[in-house]
């Protein structure tokens, strides 16, 4: 006879909810009654019809990155039209959807992870997951989606090994969001943060911008134009010409071409390349990092690009994990 003591205690089993069957829609999500980044719990449906369990946060479903820029949009503010997908087949639908939507047959998209191990406030896997620019076509974009949840799970089951996540994929789902954005081909692009990184100091706004794709600043391939404006008063407390040497580029086909930057913006003498940051530009930057750290809710991380209009898109806003305190 088993000894009381060791009588086996039911455990309930949780049941998944099963990965959804269609792509949600960033200008769907962003509809949501979230405050913060962080946000409040969601207990019902949304809009969109994803069904979220009591005291799970959106980000713990659509990811970080996806969660911040739904937010974004509810703000106001301009991000490329894209959905979430967890799996290539949807993302296959969503892109057909996509193409209706942009009226482009074959529009280029991006495709980029949005793991809930990444993009939190307490910890950023930055770099960490693949992105695909430039995609085209239903076939080429879900057979991206399928390698970046591929590199989702290999994350996140690192993460799970190394005490940092608690579990290797979101039970929520089964499967690893990845987004799907219009590419935005850009004539300039940066990052700017709405409190000095390094100083910690939270009355500046710090501005880094590049000719051409943002790919060679995050990269670390050349040195970006700084500028450090005051939150405040918008007065440019530091500005220093970038050392630009090369450019990226989309073509037609999607490629990413590096060429070498027209010499004649190059200065002979102190080596500096021609500046990114028109005053218009600028005051763009600063006015869109304000605002995208109102929508998070916390000190915003953010990347950002100008198309051939003119038009600055915010491609995305994420917490400064770093930040010192003062």
Known sequence: MTPPDLVPVPVPVPVPVPVPETVRWLDELGEREERGFSAATLTEADASGLQLASGLRLAEVIGG?????????????????????????????????????????????????????????????????????????????????????????????????????????????????????????????????????????????????????????????????????????????????GRQRLVATIGEAGLTHVTRLDPASIDATSGASSPVLTPARLDAVVAATARAEQAIGVAADVEWAFDETGQLWVLQARPITTLPSV
């Open 65 to 241: 990155k996806a969660a911040g820029l739904a937010l974004l949009l509810r703000a106001g503010l301009p991000v490329p039209d894209g959905f979430v997908a967890w799996t290539p087949e949807t993302a296959r639908a969503g892109y057909a959807v996509l193409a209706r939507r942009s009226g482009i047959a074959h529009p280029l998209v991006a495709v980029r992870s949005s793991s809930p191990v990444e993009d939190g406030q307490a910890r950023s896997a930055a770099g960490q997951l693949p992105t695909e620019l430039g995609v085209r076509g239903a076939d080429a974009v879900a057979e991206a989606v399928a390698r970046i949840i591929a590199a989702e799970a290999t994350l996140s089951a690192e993460a799970t090994l190394s005490g940092q996540a608690q579990r290797p994929r979101p039970p929520e789902t089964g499967s690893f969001p990845v987004l799907v954005q219009l590419m935005v081909s850009a004539v300039a692009a940066g990052v700017s943060f709405s409190a000095h990184p390094v100083t910690g100091a939270r009355d500046c706004i710090v501005v880094e911008a590049v000719h051409g794709l943002g790919v060679l600043l995050t990269d670390g391939q050349v040195v970006p134009e700084h500028v450090v404006v005051h939150r405040h008063t918008g007065a440019v407390l530091t500005s220093r010409l």
